[in-house]
């Protein structure tokens, strides 16, 4: 017997179609899935342009408008009523939203998971008809997507190389409207309207005898200045016009035109001979231009993150950076290029994370402002690998406080990395499952604790302490004060020099995973649990390549090389005769890589379980291949540490 | 004689009581965000009105994270009582209960499940009282976890955190009277699980209206 609460959804939803058409099993399977939100009038639910969420929405109260957005002007294209279904084109392809979905009267939504659902569409094909139909609000959906996988694949691989060949589009193609239609602020509304009408346009420029502009009038103000206040269209442009005008100057660049646009929040920037209002108007430039030209490059989502200190938006930009991520996967940009800009991105987003903790910190603590600390990040993101949004592993750093400060410090410094994480956590970076992060005080302690701790690892290598190398010998200084992020690097580095036996407990640890292919060259799957049956690509190929660089490089004594790939550069560089083995090494690390972020893209999560039988045969082939310097390498270290005497 | 198990006033704490209130004690940033905050939202129906005498019939509880409900955390579930329904069982149409489980099973789902999260009822201080009551022979002294009264939650909300309580009239902060006044349909009400599905769905609309007056993170919404 399912529980009253799902019942409640089940009721609900079995009144309308295509949940009508549903089993009681298949019903409650679905009502199962549901979450519930709450929305107020005026906010949105999504964008047009913005990725799809892997939800669809059905309205369970309250009125929602999908609303489109041509050459400037918004249109309402349909309004959701109780029991409508809307969102669907995330059930397909997992194509951008066409439309906007904007709150009208305060709403309970209920967001069903597209994967629950296309098991039903797959099996009842009375629900594929009713999308096939397009009676699911604002979208049109053509059965042969859902039947013909192959095809409709082809169809949107081909549109999404069209998107996004614009990351690489080039300043130059934004097309700014040189031809603006202006009036004078004695204009009545009735003519301004028929003039752009006439024009198609949905903005008009209200200037000065001298062309100077005074203001400017939208479709919005005419919808909510005129229409909605019934103010008589004989009513004047002055009266109605958004005044004064920020302007900027037609040559400026385009990150500065398009930064102007989103820190004002202006859907239409108006272009001055010489950049102030005391200039003839010469252009104009609207949001739906910039979308256009812009696509999605990593200078724009850089500058996009540089320039704002408002959490939601820069997740927003991170979300945008997912999309470009799959492009470049799909179409096999070179990986070291991939993982930098990746790195980099989140790296800004930790470095305005930081801006905003020391700015709502520091009239509380004025003492600290000029004590020197290091934000590390850790594991995958301290070997600059994280290109999904996997756990966050991170810790604090900070020089070492006179003794009556001390107390203050780690209270301080404790404070401002909670705060660092709390943001990293808004912009959808997972938890830590095992608390490695600078909001734990363990981890956010004084350069003098740090370097016992690393010592203490490194004369008794507990099993803890070389777990826990695996994240923590990947630091990375991010922001603030690199040097003590060096300091302890090279503390690290006399440590191990001391106790080269470390080194083989390190190298007993990397040999703890063995080749994952079985006796018949089969996958080694997951015998049980969640995963069973699934080739956990994260512990099995990934882990033991990390482990074997580090540990290498560490054998080298080079410190301050992180990456995985890099670091079996590095090591064929540093040894000749098995430079062949190191570079076949580090090219398997990238393939992983790839795998894993395309299998995370594609089922929404970490990318770690992979089901083997639903790889292509070369892909599988791929993967196979991946696997022989793991057991090539795992031999070497055998040998070179004489592990054997351990055993 | 250490080995004669009923000699301790203070009851051992078992192991799972030990690994919930190492997980629970964990405090929450106070400027983490709404958005970001799981909550638990819960109700009990019970053998009667005194925690000293009555028990737990059915426990009824729902998970809101990241501003949703999530209906698949939905969960009721029926420990065993050594005392019948009596008058609480006519209102409640408890009389005969199919799963029931034993009071351990029930703590042992019941503590990994309330987890980190902010418990939230409405009048929440009973059900805790009777929650605490049933965990108590496994060593559970106090829920560690942060709570949320939507009662007085929503009356904090509509006269300000300066209140003269003599003034409210209770009646009109009884979960029937909010559930009319926020627009929500009363279904299923006297079943542990449809109240506390109608208290999550309250919060949700209280979390807004918090929102609106400038009640953004969880240091704001505990003061």
Redesign the interface.
């Known amino acids: 017997?399912a529980?009253?609460?799902?019942?409640?959804?089940l009721e609900f939803l079995r009144r309308y179609p295509p949940f009508s058409f549903l089993g009681r099993e298949e019903l409650e399977r679905v009502?199962?899935?549901?979450?519930?939100?709450?929305l107020?009038k005026g906010e949105l639910l999504f964008n047009q342009g913005e990725a799809a969420q892997p939800h669809f929405f059905v309205l369970k109260?309250g009125s929602v408008e999908l609303i489109e957005t041509k050459a400037g002007k918004e249109e309402i294209q349909e309004i959701c009523d109780e029991g409508d279904v809307f969102g669907v084109l995330a059930l397909l392809g997992k194509r951008p939203y066409v439309l906007t979905a904007r709150i009208a009267e305060n709403s309970?939504i209920y967001?069903i998971p597209v994967e629950i659902f296309e098991e039903v569409l797959e099996k009842n094909t009375k629900v594929a008809l009713y999308f096939a139909a397009g009676f699911a609000s604002g979208q049109v959906v053509v059965r042969q997507d859902l039947s013909q996988g192959q095809k409709a694949r082809g169809v949107f691989k081909a549109e999404n190389r069209d998107h996004s060949l614009l990351i690489f589009s080039d300043q130059s193609e934004i097309k700014i409207s040189e031809k603006v239609l202006t009036c004078r602020p004695d204009t009545s509304i009735q003519e301004l309207a028929n003039q752009m009408s006439e024009a198609d346009v949905s903005s008009i420029v209200v200037s000065s005898e001298k062309g100077f502009p005074l203001g400017i009038i939208t479709d919005k103000d005419l919808r909510k200045r005129v229409i909605a206040q019934s103010l008589q269209t004989s009513a004047l442009a002055s009266e109605i016009m958004s005044t004064p005008v920020i302007t900027r100057k037609k040559e400026s660049g385009f990150s500065d035109l398009y930064l102007t646009m989103i820190k004002n929040r202006l859907h239409h920037l108006i272009l001055t001979e010489d950049g102030s209002d005391q200039s003839p108007v010469c252009g104009i430039l609207s949001d739906h231009d910039v979308l256009l030209s812009m696509g999605n490059s990593p200078a724009v989502l850089i500058h996009g993150l540089m320039n704002t200190l408002d959490?939601k938006e820069m997740r927003t930009i991170r979300d945008r950076a997912e999309q470009m991520l799959r492009y470049y996967l799909e179409n096999e940009v070179a990986m070291d290029f991939v993982a930098s800009i990746m790195t980099e991105i989140n790296d800004v987003i930790i470095r305005q994370a930081v801006k905003i903790a020391e700015s709502?910190l520091k009239v509380e603590y004025p003492e600290f402002k000029n004590t020197r600390y290091c934000f590390l990040s850790m594991g995958s993101e301290g070997r600059e690998e994280q290109l999904l949004r996997t756990d966050q592993d991170n810790a604090l750093v900070y020089e070492d406080v006179p003794e009556k400060l001390k107390e203050k410090a780690a209270e301080y410094f404790l404070k401002l990395g909670?705060?660092i994480?709390?943001v990293m956590?808004?912009c959808g970076f997972a938890s830590c499952p095992g608390d490695i992060m600078a909001?734990n005080p363990e981890w956010v302690q004084p350069l003098s604790t740090w370097k016992n701790y690393f010592s203490k690892w490194i004369l008794t290598p507990t099993q803890d302490a070389l777990m826990r190398a695996s994240i923590f010998f990947d630091f990375r200084a991010v922001t603030g004060n690199t040097g003590l992020a060096e300091e302890l690097s090279l503390h690290i580095y006399q440590e191990v020099q001391k106790k080269q036996a470390f080194l083989s407990f390190l190298a007993q640890n990397a040999l703890a995973n063995p080749a994952p292919l079985g006796f018949f060259r089969n996958f080694m799957v997951e015998k049980s649990g969640e995963h069973r049956d699934q080739f956990d690509i994260k512990a099995r190929a990934m882990m033991p390549l990390t482990d074997l660089a580090r540990l290498l490089v560490l054998s080298h004594g080079v410190i301050g090389v992180n990456n995985t790939f890099k670091r079996f550069e590095r090591l064929a560089e540093l040894e000749p005769n098995y430079e062949a083995l190191f570079t076949q090494a580090g090219k398997a690390y990238e393939i992983l890589m790839r795998m894993r972020a395309l299998e995370g893209l594609k089922e929404g999560d970490s990318g770690r379980y992979i089901h083997p039988e639903n790889l292509g045969k070369l892909q599988r082939q791929l993967l196979k291949n991946t696997f022989s310097p793991i057991s090539e390498l795992q031999e070497i270290v055998q040998v070179r540490f004489q592990l054997d005497y351990f055993r | 004689m250490s080995w004669w198990p009923f000699e301790n006033k203070k009851t051992v704490k078992t192991d799972f009581v030990k690994a919930f209130l190492e997980k629970a004690s964990k405090p929450i940033p106070s400027i983490r965000s709404l958005d970001q905050l799981n909550f638990v939202v819960l109700d009990t129906e019970t053998t009667g009105l005194n925690p000293e005498e009555d028990f737990i019939l059915s426990f009824g509880a729902v998970k809101i994270e990241k501003g949703k409900i999530l209906v698949h955390t939905a969960c009721e579930w029926y420990p065993t009582s050594p005392k019948s329904g009596g008058e609480t069982a006519k209102i409640h149409g408890l009389v005969s209960r199919e799963e029931e489980i034993e009071l351990e099973v029930f703590v042992k789902k019941l503590l990994p499940y309330l987890d980190q999260s902010i418990l939230v009822g409405h009048h929440l201080g009973f059900d805790l009282q009777m929650l605490k009551k049933a965990c108590k022979p496994f060593g559970l002294e106090k829920f560690p976890n942060p709570v949320l009264d939507t009662m007085n939650f929503a009356v904090r909300l509509e006269y300000g955190p300066q209140i003269d309580w003599h003034r409210i009239k209770k009646e009109e902060y009884s979960l029937d009277s909010l559930c009319e006044r926020y627009g929500i349909a009363k279904d299923d009400r006297h079943t542990a699980a449809g109240d506390a599905f109608l208290t999550a769905q309250l919060l949700l609309k209280l979390l807004k209206v918090a929102e609106s007056k400038g009640i953004e993170n969880f240091g704001q919404l505990m003061r």
């Open positions: 017997m529980n009253v609460i799902v019942n409640r959804v009502a199962s899935a549901v979450e519930i939100h709450y107020e109260e309970l967001s959490v709502n909670t705060s994480v709390e956590l808004a909001s």
